[in-house]
């Protein structure tokens, strides 16, 4: 180890070459997490709905997704989804989009990481309603509203709510899951530390400081760390306000865990 | 077409049970890990010294919110490369075990707290050491009412296997199975649908016996 | 969970799948903002292959990012580079439109081919027998000689026949997988994503060799000169570029691309600037076709 360490950040523009991959990274994880919030809206209404057959399809689906590996998810999209699906996706994003979206490959990343993650928050969705008191529901009703009616203004609002404080978990794991796209291609952080590593101090690419693995490595793991840190924090606060507002915490406290793990 | 998607089963069989095998080994190792050092850490956090109480902090929160791709670039080329004569299962196992280890600590931490301090005090004031206490009152319980998140850290952990076929440790798991008998047929849908059944396979596995232990031991809430 | 529940939920994966099975082929060919193609260049109608490309004003080419001196992504420049982003700026000149480059590994540039993803894959790729049922391969345009790469104070790797017990790394969907498996069963396979992976390995001591073409490997060790070629070449690896096989005209355009390229300079130029100042070797521009590159694979596969 050299005397100077992280002195490779200050050569040529490795810092700025990281930093853009990071904010690719999180700009994934933004776009995943709504799309994934619609879905999963989407799929917990169908796991409650009365018809039978649609709950149980709809919970078949949610079971699934969820207890697959994300990477399998995404590896077998991206071999698989076909040229017709990739051009539709390159002709219509739109020309501000960042440049890692332009690609076609970003389509099966996100896909992948929708697929999984609405899965998910179906599960948190509908733990969120089904932990209303049942008094709602029939007041509800009581009050002569019906099924949609009730949905709409009595238990969707409140049910949601309190899964806010869940889903900003989920979006700290979203943001950790992000890196996995970087094994089909997709330059982000960590495909760009690896160029880094792969080609600083190196004269037939250009040389430069060495830059080693161990350092860029932590940097980029502190750089996701200081991120989710600040989220996590946010999480609890938006928590201790829920329970300040409702008066009580709607779950058991390690609920949620599972979702929060990777 | 049907008789092809079967036929990536038994021509391949070896292949996939070999993967699966490498997986399984993969995850009953790293749950180990993560009970020993989780235990440690979730001890640590409630000691009543401030400076375990810190350490086990910063643990918690720094191998809960790094990525574990990023860990194990860290642990297998990253020591590598900086002289440590660490082997890709071993860095694999151990990014792991120590990634999970983060959140099985925070879950006994929550069951810990599940037991009254009532109980704490009254055993402390019976000239039980802490230690003790923690052994033979909190432990036990904190335990009992922990069943059902650690199977769900069981469960994830399964699926987080397969990051460590994907990175660069490269090892043999059944994800991996999947992508080279893929890059062989070229029958992309087969491959990966037998390696997903095997996962779920294993998930099932872990919620059947996870439901087993609730209904045995675990504490209504 | 119940037992029965898991049974419905892989039933329901499987209904998925059978569902998933039947998009085989997509068609190619959305053609998306126009531009007017260069003069002096042969114009195609619209609607062929060739007229399309030249519509849209851009060939998609599937190279390698991350194998010098073929395909490399210089992040010093920001541009990918090589022998073989040379030879695809050669096919895009003369179609008259601007080459786009996108990363092509191992295990996926066929179905990018096949699905169009890409209309020409040009990543060092072996002409063999598998892959020319799936695809279509230009006239031979380098032959790679398999070797095997070792540290250089690692005596005990003296050539294919020592691998025995040893690791070998090499990437996933190479025609080295089954190679190795035939010249070296005994050794134990690493298969990565890509040869960088490969090349850190070796490195940090986790496999004890690299076995894949001789001109990657080459570049590893221009990279790192502590590594060394040793053994006997292992295989014949004629490199040809991929096409979809209906692509019969593009296939044709790219033929005769390659034969003014050999013959004109472009060839020898671009194999000194890339190969031949650092191994001395000198350019042979090879004349097989590419029934003959299936043959001689075969024959030196053993």
């Excluded at chain 2, 004031?125 to 850290?153: D, E």
């Excluded at chain 3, 892959?131 to 391969?137: G, K």
């Amino acid at each position: 180890m050299t005397f100077a360490v992280f002195e490779w950040l200050n050569s040529g523009n490795n810092l700025s070459f990281i930093l853009e991959g990071f904010a690719i990274n999180l700009e994934i994880a933004l776009v995943a997490i709504l799309l994934a919030l619609v879905a999963g809206l989407a799929l917990a209404l169908l796991r409650l709905s009365r018809n039978r057959l649609v709950s149980t399809v709809a919970g078949l689906w949610v079971d699934l997704f969820r207890n697959l590996p994300l990477l399998l998810l995404i590896l077998f999209l991206f071999l698989w989804i076909p040229q017709g699906w990739r051009n539709t996706w390159e002709n219509t994003i739109p020309g501000w989009a960042p440049e890692a979206f332009q690609s076609g490959l970003m389509l099966a990343g996100l896909s992948g990481l929708v697929l999984y993650n609405s899965a998910v928050l179906a599960e948190i969705m509908r733990a969120g309603i089904l932990s209303l008191p049942r008094g709602q529901a029939e007041a509800a009703s009581a009050l002569g509203l019906g099924y949609r009616q009730s949905m709409l203004h009595v238990i969707l609002p409140q049910g949601l709510r309190r899964m806010v404080p869940a889903t900003v978990s989920q979006l700290i794991t979203l943001n950790k899951d992000t890196t996995l796209v970087s094994i089909i291609a997709i330059t982000e952080v960590m495909r760009r530390a690896r160029t880094v590593t792969a080609t600083s101090g190196n004269p037939f690419t250009g040389g430069g400081v060495d830059a080693p693995i161990l350092e860029v490595f932590i940097f980029v793991g502190l750089l996701f760390i200081a991120v989710n840190f600040a989220l996590s924090r946010l999480s609890k606060r938006l928590e201790v306000r829920e329970r300040r507002r409702s008066g009580s915490v709607p779950k058991p406290q390690v609920r949620g865990l599972e979702e929060q793990v990777a | 077409m049907p008789f092809a998607f079967f036929d990536v089963l038994t021509d391949n069989f070896d292949a996939f049970a070999t993967g699966f095998g490498t997986t399984l080994r993969i995850v009953v190792l790293s749950f180990v890990i993560a009970m020993v050092v989780g235990t440690l850490v979730a001890a640590f956090r409630v000691a009543p010294n401030p400076w375990l109480q810190r350490l086990g902090a910063i643990y918690v929160e720094f191998f809960r919110n790094i990525p574990l791709l990023v860990l194990l670039f860290i642990s297998f080329p990253g020591l590598r490369r900086a002289g440590v004569e660490i082997t890709a299962i071993v860095a694999g196992v151990a990014s792991l075990g120590l990634y999970t280890a983060a959140y099985v600590a925070e879950a006994l931490r929550s069951g810990v707290f599940s037991v009254s301090k009532g109980q704490i005090e009254a055993s402390l004031s019976l000239g039980f050491s802490y230690p003790q206490t923690l052994r033979r009152i909190v432990l036990p319980q904190a335990f009992r009412t922990v069943i059902s998140p650690l199977g769900s850290l069981i469960i994830a952990m399964i699926k987080n296997s397969a990051i460590l076929g994907g990175s660069i440790l490269a090892l043999d798991d059944l994800l991996k199975a999947g992508r080279v008998i893929q890059s062989r047929t070229f029958e992309t849908v087969p491959s990966f649908v037998w390696a997903a059944a095997g996962y779920l396979i294993l998930t099932g596995l872990a919620t059947v016996a996870i439901r087993r232990l609730e209904t045995r031991y675990a504490v209504r809430r | 969970m119940k037992t029965t529940r898991w049974l419905a939920i892989l039933a329901l994966a499987l209904g998925l799948v059978l569902a998933g099975c039947g998009e085989d082929d997509e068609e190619s060919g959305g053609a998306q903002e126009e531009s007017t193609p260069a003069a002096e260049v042969e114009q195609f109608e619209p609607g062929t292959p060739l007229g399309d490309i030249q519509q849209e004003g851009t060939i998609t080419i599937g190279v390698k990012y991350d194998v010098p001196p073929f395909g490399f992504n210089n992040p010093q420049s920001g541009t990918v580079e090589g022998f073989d982003v040379d030879l695809g700026r050669a096919i895009a000149e003369r179609l008259g439109v601007e080459p786009e480059f996108i990363e092509a590994i191992s295990d996926n540039r066929i179905p990018f081919l096949q699905d169009g993803t890409a209309d020409v894959i040009l990543s060092t790729m072996t002409i063999n027998e598998e892959r020319v049922e799936q695809i279509a391969f230009s006239d031979p345009y380098f032959i790679a000689k398999g070797r095997i790469l070792h540290k250089k104070d690692d005596t005990e790797i003296t050539g294919v026949d020592a691998l025995a017990g040893k690791s070998v790394c090499t990437a996933l969907g190479s025609t080295y997988e089954a190679t190795l498996k035939e010249q070296a069963p005994e050794a134990k396979l690493k298969l990565v994503d890509s040869y960088s992976e490969c090349l850190e390995s070796l490195q940090n001591g986790s496999v004890d060799a690299v076995s894949t073409d001789d001109v990657i490997l080459t570049g590893m060790i221009i990279q790192d000169d502590t590594l060394e070629l040793v053994g006997e070449e292992l295989t014949q690896e004629p490199y040809g570029a991929g096409i979809r096989t209906e692509n019969t005209e593009l296939l044709e355009f790219v033929n005769e691309t390659f034969e003014a390229y050999k013959t004109d300079g472009r060839y020898d130029t671009a194999f000194e600037k890339w190969i031949g100042q650092y191994t001395g070797a000198q350019p042979e521009p090879p004349t097989i076709s590419v029934d003959e590159a299936v043959e001689l694979v075969k024959q030196s596969a053993g």
